[in-house]
């Protein structure tokens, strides 16, 4: 008698035991890492008090006399003060606008114009952030060559003309070489019309070749003292790396001279130069003022800029805490990254 | 049979802000196939800068090299760099003193060791890991498999100079240069080392240069010793007749500083009196002459040449053989006094 | 518009300050045209096209109940219809929402207005517009959620208005509305100046029904969802939403076509399909460069600096799109007369004789930023108050060339009580910009008074602050504050005169009297003026007003500004003179 056939089923393949999952939450990398969060958290909230401290102790505008207006009574101004929250205590409105933070991650709204100050932030993120990457991009591109070459023949004819243009290059004031940049190549108003000129950003999303063509002036204008200044250490790097021992080996095992410098000198003098990079990558999503300002980018510098001009507390807030978020951010990817980089570092 | 390896009046010297360093100065030296040749001096008595000039690796724009290094009918001097590379590493290896610092503190050993075998032959990855793992295999480390993937700093001193040996030979070269490779180690790691290398060389027939200051390691490893003085060979020839009949200043006084366990303890360390000299401004004629206690005036004037004293035994000193001779008797350590 | 200095011209950059005008040859009124040159266009202009404005700053309120830049004031006047408003090349006010300039009662306390058929809501809400959304749009003016700067002040008068702000919208009963087409305004006491008042924003209708929502938060956000009556909107979504559609603070404002617009209800020509305010541009050369490069058409805010506004009036094609107008108000330094040695009027005479008014312009440029200011009604407002002041003859202070007269000075000092001309007593202080040209100006003013031995400390903050915590605050008041100015908000002379000295305008924060002028006689002067209806009158008694104060000496005028507004070639100039030169972006067109 024939009978069903026995249908075996096949166990499915366990997903990772918790014992495994159990692991990888201890292991020593996840608690350092849970550390240096609980530590980011205390940290914006010390640097929230703190902007809120220097904005009530030093003298800038009054943000309710500004809003009422030239001709407000001051009856007026007493209601807008009320309207703001800003009659009451500083200790009071801190513990109010930290509530919002970590309740509803709700920055507030511009004293000025009463936007959404997490919305004005967000939507003005993508240009920031275009403008840091590219720049980094290009000082790298640039800087570490430059470095290299320079290294390998130290005291060159060479070495020192490129050195003393790497000098210039960090002295020039950026607002200043951003106004050359545009009066030489900007498609509007430069003799040699080529990039999109101060204000013609758009988002990649809209318009990729229009996108491109506004930040080309804005990267090197931003990258050009950072350029300069890595190259100068990676050539310091590279020169004290090229005398250690473990070059004398690779040599000594017949490599060519290229395979020594650069994967053997470049790889040990990159690692402290590419945590650096990460640092500044952190400093700059806070914004690069000079840069947005003078090629008119919208992004988070500028708007940092504005609302301290105009005493705009809510605005000033939301710009500090990204600022700072971005940096303790930049500096835990910095040391984990480290850690790869390097194999001798441990937790 | 013609040496392997042959030196002829090598000289050296470095261009530096403070003037001419006179590294080496006149070096004449040479090493047979299968043979153990070990170097002792000093602090800059230029056996290291010896060395690196055969391995070419002291063409620097600054330097001067003079002279000739014939390796296998080749002098090396008057080869390219490129055609350098491919002696380099293949056929004639160094191994250094530290090997903490001397190994890539950020790749791992295995790859180090790949690396070595694929930049002069064309084999797979895993063929030369494979290789890599036999290597470590063969310096006597624990768990070749395991330790291919370490780091250097995960390593115990003797280990990492176990792996900087298994990289230098992998290749089967027929010299091996060995600069100062116990100087960092314990004593008791010192004797493994060198017993390991001993037996690598007797296994794969590799002429080893042993650069040393230290005459403990010479007597345990030597066939044949150069004794080397302010960038000059002062004296070479085979250990025993080293160790035994020296006719150099310079040797007995290394012999007489070293301190023995049978010293009756209330005797002084006799080191020799003054201090090495600059190499920028060496001292006329003979290098030696100012720490000599037999110097005569000639010495102050000519450079003594190295002549043969005995069969394969050279020395370059203006005292009469008898003299010299008679000088040891007297200075010879007595093994009767210590009784 | 009385801000001035925030108004129209941001601080400027260290860029263009730095480029002071060495020898600046040109006078304001040659070289470039005067705004009176530009005739409107006719109705023969060519239709279609984008406007591009360029400006530093965004708008100080989007809401046209609140607006109160210059800047702001040229997208509130293209999409809102006040009662009335101006044509480009006038200051007088003329009809625009209203059918008729309003009629006033002989008493002076009723003033009636009948407003045109035919002019709708842009949409959502598109119906027609009534009286009542004008009655609506004037008192929520008073609310505390919308708080409008200027209402208290000329429409406090009407019957029924609240003395305190209201938390809600408040209802007025001296704004009656018979009929649909019909406003009736019954004032306490008669205002010479209301018609002008009836030109403020304010006065552009609001629908109730839609706003109220808006207007009931504790900030109302009416404006980022206003509606439109004139020729153009902000682009808006379908909800009528501005925010990030048609309005991105701080970077660009977007107007396109009210389709609810009828031409025929309007003198607005409209030309241009679309106008684009791109905000964000600091540098002003960079600025000009682009207007004169074609790739933008006019500066809404910023303009060119000195060392540019050379080039361009030595070229013969650029000069003619460069118009000079009169801001309308003067600059001054302020003397705190409720402090020694300030309240003696001798030594304020001294100060207003060692002043050297040339080097003092030379800080903002020079000449060409306009002329040397004698009195505080400007030449703008020609018989309307200026004429009647004297105009430039009237001078009480002279001194050769404008350049300061340490003689004089000295000999005023010695009659203060002063023997050897010089002040003897302790350090004074000034509160001034820390950025230039009015950091310029303040070292100018140190170094002056220093001359008969007053000695000045200067404190540097931002604009802002210097007013809102120092210079309006009377309790904070410094001996000088060098960097005030005042704009009238239409061209009345009261409107210069009487926030400014009248000593009932001190108020206790956002004091606008900087000085602290209270001389009876002149308080009971310019209360008198305030209610004087027939204009010839009125202009007179206030040309002896500012003859009286310029005479105290509580506040020295120094500058007469001239604003520079270039336009690109392909679009017809249109500057506002009502306006300090903004572009009336509903007479341009692209050619």
Redesign the interface.
């Known amino acids: 008698m024939a009978t069903a056939p026995s249908v075996r089923l096949e166990r499915p393949r366990r997903s990772p035991t918790p014992r495994a999952l159990r692991a990888a939450l201890t292991s020593s990398l996840a608690i350092y890492i849970l550390r240096r969060l609980v530590w980011a958290v205390a940290m914006l909230v010390v640097v929230s008090a703190l902007t809120f401290l220097i904005f009530y102790l030093f003298?800038?505008?009054?943000p309710a006399?500004?809003?009422?207006?030239?001709?407000?009574?001051?009856?007026?101004?007493a209601?807008?003060r009320r309207?703001?929250g800003l009659d009451r205590p500083v200790y009071e409105q801190f513990y109010l606008y930290m509530k919002n933070l970590f309740l509803h991650f709700d920055l507030g709204?511009?004293y000025?114009?009463?936007?959404s100050v997490r919305s004005?932030i967000f939507?003005r993120l993508p240009a920031t952030i275009s403008l840091t990457v590219g720049a980094v991009v290009v000082w790298l591109a640039i800087g570490i060559p430059v470095g290299v070459i320079s290294a390998v023949r130290p005291r060159s004819r060479l070495d020192r003309v490129v050195m003393g243009a790497a000098l210039v290059g960090i002295s020039a004031p950026v607002?200043w070489l951003g106004?050359v940049a545009?009066?030489l190549f900007a498609?509007?108003?430069g003799k040699v019309p080529l990039f999109g000129?101060?204000?013609s950003y758009v988002p990649l999303t809209q318009d990729p070749a229009g996108w491109f063509s506004s930040l080309v002036l804005p990267w090197f204008v931003l990258a050009t003292a950072f350029a300069a200044f890595y190259a100068r250490m990676v050539r310091g790097n590279l020169i004290d790396v090229l005398g250690e021992d473990y070059i004398r080996t690779a040599r000594s095992k017949g490599l060519t001279e290229r395979r020594v410098i650069l994967r053997h000198g470049l790889r040990a003098a990159l690692t402290p130069v590419l945590t650096i990079a990460g640092l500044d990558i952190g400093i700059l999503l806070g914004g690069a003022v000079l840069t947005e300002?003078?090629f008119?980018i919208?992004g988070v510098g500028?708007?940092a800029y504005?609302s301290i001009?105009?005493?705009d507390l809510p605005s000033i807030q939301g710009t500090v805490l990204f600022g700072a978020a971005f940096i303790i951010i930049a500096n835990l990817i910095v040391d984990i990254g480290y850690a790869l980089l390097d194999p001798r570092v441990r937790y | 049979m013609a040496p392997l390896l042959e030196i002829r009046d090598l000289h050296v010297s470095f261009r530096t802000r403070d003037g001419v360093v006179r590294a080496v100065d006149g070096v004449s030296t040479s090493l047979g196939r299968g043979e153990t040749l070990g170097v002792v001096g000093e602090s800059g008595s230029g056996k290291s800068v010896t060395a690196l000039t055969v391995m070419g690796l002291t063409r620097l724009p600054n330097a001067f090299v003079g002279g000739q290094i014939v390796f296998d009918g080749t002098d090396l001097l008057e080869l390219s760099n490129e055609a350098l590379q491919h002696v380099r590493g293949r056929r004639i290896a160094m191994i250094f003193q530290d090997p903490l610092s001397s190994l890539h503190p950020l790749y791992k050993v295995g790859w180090q060791i790949e690396e070595a075998i694929l930049a002069h032959e064309d084999v797979s990855r895993r063929a030369a890991r494979r290789r890599a793992i036999d290597a470590l295999a063969a310096v006597e480390l624990p768990n070749p498999r395991d330790l291919v993937d370490s780091y250097p700093h995960q390593l115990s001193g003797g280990m990492r100079q176990r792996a900087m040996i298994a990289m230098a030979l992998v290749l089967n070269p027929d010299v091996l240069i060995a600069d100062e490779p116990t100087t960092a180690l314990d004593v008791t790691v010192q004797a493994q080392i060198l017993e390991l290398i001993r037996g690598l060389q007797k296994e794969f027939g590799t002429a080893v240069v042993l650069i040393t200051h230290d005459l403990g390691v010479i007597a345990e490893t030597a066939d044949e010793v150069a004794v080397m003085y302010a960038g000059r060979v002062v004296e070479q020839g085979p250990l025993e007749t080293i160790l035994e009949a020296p006719e150099h200043p310079y040797t007995w006084g290394l012999l007489q500083s070293i301190p023995r366990l049978d010293t009756p303890r209330r005797e002084r360390l006799r080191p020799i009196q003054g201090t090495p000299p600059s190499l920028i401004h060496a001292p006329s004629g003979c290098h030696f002459h100012p720490r000599c206690p037999y110097a005569m005036p000639m010495c102050r004037t000519i450079d003594p040449e190295l002549l043969e004293s005995d069969e394969g035994h050279v020395v370059a000193c203006h005292l009469p053989v008898d003299e010299k001779r008679r000088i040891w008797r007297e200075l010879r350590p007595r093994e009767a006094d210590a009784a | 518009m009385?801000?001035l200095l925030t108004s129209r011209r941001r601080p400027a950059t260290g860029?263009a300050a730095a480029a002071i005008a060495t020898g600046a040859l040109l006078i304001a009124g040659c070289g470039g045209s005067s705004s009176s040159d530009a005739a409107a266009s006719t109705g023969s202009a060519k239709k279609g096209g984008t406007i591009t404005v360029?400006s530093a700053?965004?708008v100080?309120?989007?809401d046209p109940g609140?607006a109160?830049y210059s800047f702001t004031y040229e997208i509130t006047y293209a999409t809102q219809r006040p009662l009335l408003a101006f044509k480009p090349d006038s200051v007088a006010t003329t009809p625009d929402l209203a059918a008729q300039m309003p009629t006033v009662s002989k008493d002076g306390k009723t003033v009636t207005v009948h407003i045109r058929n035919g002019v709708r809501f842009s949409p959502p809400v598109n119906r027609e517009v009534t009286s009542a959304d004008v009655k609506y749009a004037i008192e929520r003016g008073f609310a505390?959620?919308v708080?409008?700067?200027?209402t208290?002040?000329y429409f406090g008068d009407l019957v029924g208005a609240p003395t305190?702000?209201p938390?809600k919208v408040p209802s007025i009963s001296g704004i009656q509305t018979p009929n649909k087409t019909t406003l009736v305004f019954k004032l306490k006491h008669p205002e010479g100046v209301f018609n002008g008042a009836l030109a403020l924003p304010v006065t552009a209708p609001v629908p109730a029904q839609y706003a109220r929502k808006y207007d009931s938060k504790?900030?109302s956000?009416y404006?980022?969802h206003q509606v439109a009556t004139g020729p153009y909107m902000i682009k808006a979504n379908a909800s009528g939403s501005i925010?990030?559609v048609g309005y991105?603070?701080?970077?660009r404002i977007t107007l396109v076509r009210n389709p609810n617009w009828d031409a025929k209800t309007s003198w607005r020509p409209a030309n241009a399909n679309e106008i684009v305010f791109?905000e964000?541009?600091?540098?002003p050369?960079?600025t000009a460069?682009?207007i004169?490069?074609?790739?933008?058409d006019v500066n809404g805010d910023t303009p060119p600096p000195p060392a540019e506004l050379r080039s361009i009036m030595a070229n013969s094609s650029e000069k003619d799109q460069l118009f000079f107008t009169p801001a309308g108000g003067s600059r001054y330094i302020a003397l705190n007369t409720r402090k020694a040695p300030f309240d003696k009027l001798a030594v304020r005479k001294a100060v207003a004789y060692v002043l050297d008014r040339n080097a003092m312009r030379l800080t903002r440029g020079g000449p060409v930023d306009g002329r040397i200011a004698t009195h505080f009604i400007d030449p703008s407002f020609k018989d309307k108050g200026f004429v009647q002041a004297g105009g430039n003859s009237f001078n009480p202070f002279p001194s050769p060339n404008f350049g300061g007269d340490v003689a004089k000075a000295k000999a005023l000092m010695r009659q203060a009580g002063y023997p050897s001309g010089m002040y003897t007593g302790p350090q004074l202080t000034q509160v001034a910009d820390n950025t230039p040209p009015g950091s310029n100006t303040a070292q100018v003013v140190a170094a002056d008074l220093a001359k008969i031995g007053l000695k000045l400390k200067t404190i540097s903050?931002?604009h802002?602050?210097m007013?809102?915590?120092?210079c309006?605050v009377p309790r904070n008041e410094p001996n000088v504050c060098p960097n005030v100015g005042w704009l009238p908000d239409f061209h009345e002379p009261q409107a210069i005169l009487d926030?400014t000295f009248n000593g009932k305008s001190i108020?206790?924060?956002?004091n606008?009297n900087w000085p602290l002028l209270n001389v009876p006689s002149l308080n009971q002067a310019m209360d008198r003026a305030e209610r004087i209806l027939d204009p010839k009158a009125r202009y007179a008694a206030w040309g002896r007003i500012d003859k009286a104060v310029t005479r105290t000496a509580a506040a020295v005028p120094w500058l007469w500004e001239e604003y520079p507004t270039l336009f690109s070639s392909r679009v017809t100039p249109s500057p506002e003179l009502w306006n300090s030169g903004g572009p009336d972006v509903t007479f341009m067109a692209v050619k």
């Open positions: 003298p800038s505008a009054d006399a500004l809003r009422a207006g030239r001709q407000a009574t001051p009856e007026l101004i209601q807008i309207a703001l709204y511009s000025q114009n009463n936007i004005e939507s607002y106004l545009l009066f498609s509007d108003i000129g101060a204000g300002t003078v008119n919208p500028r708007f504005d001009v105009n005493s | 009385n801000r860029v360029l700053g965004d100080d309120h989007i609140q109160y505390a959620s708080a409008n700067g200027y208290p002040n305190k702000a938390t504790t900030i956000d404006g980022l925010n990030g991105q603070p701080g970077k791109k964000g541009f600091q540098d050369t960079v460069k682009q004169l490069s074609g790739s933008a903050v931002t802002s602050t007013y809102t915590r120092f309006n926030v108020t206790t924060v956002n606008s």
